[in-house]
């Protein structure tokens, strides 16, 4: 996916956790400046694990993205953990850096689905990909989008209006 569409995509699906508490207990909290911390952190979860490609929305800032090789340490099950363990040791329950965890997993279940997939075990196993997912850029990925989008919309104009 593109990092507009991971953005999209997870905000779409991880945006109601915030304004429902019943279905996120540990936010505990629906008030505005909570949600739009959430929906941030959310949104820079969604880009991290692209941070090791160059022309991505984060790469672009980093330095060594030149020479990392794009889907292997920062698409990994080991990644994912050790995000999931800074933000929520040191973020403790600030809305932001739940965004940042969750959006994050998000970023590789939807990668995973993708035609070029995910190694979940490098460097353990440089297998990936699989032959039934979605083409990055193609019609599916942009349907879905699409669909994300309306979603979005939807679930903003509820928070704000009821």
Known sequence: MLGKSHVLVSEALLLPLAT???????????????????AGGIALGALLPDIDQQDSILGRFNPFAKMLKHRTITHTLWAALLITFLCLHFGQRQPLWWGVALGYWLHLIEDSLSSEGV????PLTHRHGHHHGYMTGGWFEKSIVTLATFALFWEIMWYLLF
């Open 20 to 38: 429902r508490p019943s279905l996120m207990p540990l936010l505990n909290t629906t008030d505005f400046t909570s949600v739009t911390w959430f």
């Open 119 to 122: 190694t979940w075990l490098y």
